[in-house]
């Protein structure tokens, strides 16, 4: 029988890294090209990545502006009752790799 199966892949840059107690959040900025009349603009999208266990330790190498490669799963959670109820995706990373060292500059 097939799997269903919801997940990702990114590659991008590490805006900011947030260590809790038992998971760690690692913010990535992944790049997209769209079209402005004749010219070609550049439109960032911040994704929250939440690591846990093995994969949070893989994080402690990494760095603002490192270029990393990120997989995983998607889950939506849901919070609160009756008529005010809040959801989120989560991204769930499986793997987290740094592919390249910031070179200092600002991406």
């Given at each position: 029988m097939p799997q269903n199966i919801a997940e990702f892949r990114i590659i991008g840059r590490i805006g900011k890294i947030?260590?809790?107690e038992r998971v760690t959040y690692v913010s990535?900025?992944?790049n997209y090209n769209r079209r402005d009349?004749?010219?070609w603009k550049k439109d960032t999208y911040w994704n929250s990545v939440v690591c846990f266990s093995n994969v949070a330790q893989q994080t402690e190498a990494a760095a603002k502006g490192d270029l990393v490669h990120v997989t995983g799963r998607v889950r939506e959670r849901s919070h609160g009752e009756a008529n005010d109820?809040?959801?989120r995706t989560e991204l769930?990373?499986?793997t987290f790799s740094?592919?390249?060292k910031s070179d200092g500059e600002e991406s």
């Open positions: 947030t260590t809790r990535v900025a992944a009349g004749d010219d109820v809040s959801y769930i990373a499986d740094v592919l390249a």
